[in-house]
């Protein structure tokens, strides 16, 4: 079945340190973002790749960095300038032309 | 920009009962799309209902309806016959219509957190 895989599901690091998440689909969707999402905040845009190669940053890019170097992957690297990493990480995809966006399930992460 | 807000932080009803839950959004936009997510205890986002804002009709999905005033740019989300299941957060969001290219993203509100009661 097609959809997207993030990992790993939980993730614990030090401050300080960058850290890179994974976010790999196999729905053939031309585009994909990253979301954060903190306690009564909801989900808020990090960066998005509408092809591969090209990606824009949305409401909250500042401390993140993205690749897109293959269609099916768009790894997200939370780096130390990120001042309050610990959060929920969701990624999700999106064919062009199609109104509907599939999520994956989410990284925790947690820096200490 | 857009904004989208959900001015219910929390919500309980009894099961089998009838629930609303509202959005508000504003945008200087003609062309877009607004979607209803549900997201249970698992984290997992779980498209509810979609509306294309240049239709009238309200979008139905089973127990899910909505109702849609684009005037009043309001969009809530009525669930009917409640069952413990849909217990989670609800989502309400905002996508612009595409212009050609790809889609640049959804803009959530805060969300609601509805509770049914056994």
């Known amino acids: 079945d097609g959809g997207i895989t993030q990992s790993p599901k939980y993730l614990f690091r030090k401050e300080g340190q960058n850290v890179t998440l994974s976010c790999e689909q196999n729905?053939?969707?031309?585009?994909m973002y990253w979301y954060r999402q903190d306690p009564g905040q909801g989900l808020r845009l990090i960066y998005y790749s509408q092809i591969v190669n090209d990606f824009q940053k949305g409401d909250i890019a500042e401390g993140y960095s993205v690749s897109r170097e293959k269609k099916e992957s768009f790894p997200l690297t939370v780096t130390s300038a990120q001042k309050n990493p610990t959060a929920f990480y969701l990624c999700a995809s999106s064919k062009q032309g199609r109104r509907g966006y599939t999520f994956g399930s989410g990284t925790r992460l947690t820096v200490v | 920009a857009q904004t989208v807000t959900q001015s219910q932080p929390e919500m309980s009803v009894q099961e089998a009962e009838t629930v609303t839950l509202s959005c508000t959004y504003d945008?200087?936009?003609?062309?877009?799309?607004l979607f209803w997510y549900k997201q249970p205890p698992s984290r997992q986002m779980i498209l509810v209902i979609r509306q294309e804002a240049y239709k009238q009709q309200n979008a139905t999905e089973n127990r899910f309806s909505v109702n849609f005033q684009k005037a009043a740019k309001s969009f809530s989300l009525k669930i009917s016959d409640s069952q413990l299941g849909d217990t989670a957060m609800y989502f309400c969001?905002?996508?612009?219509?595409?212009?050609?290219?790809?889609?640049?993203?959804?803009?959530f509100g805060k969300g609601t957190h509805l509770i049914i009661q056994p």
């Open positions: 729905l053939n969707h031309d585009a």
């Open positions: 969001a905002f996508m612009k219509g595409y212009s050609g290219g790809g889609a640049d993203g959804l803009t």
């Open positions: 945008t200087s936009e003609n062309n877009y799309y």
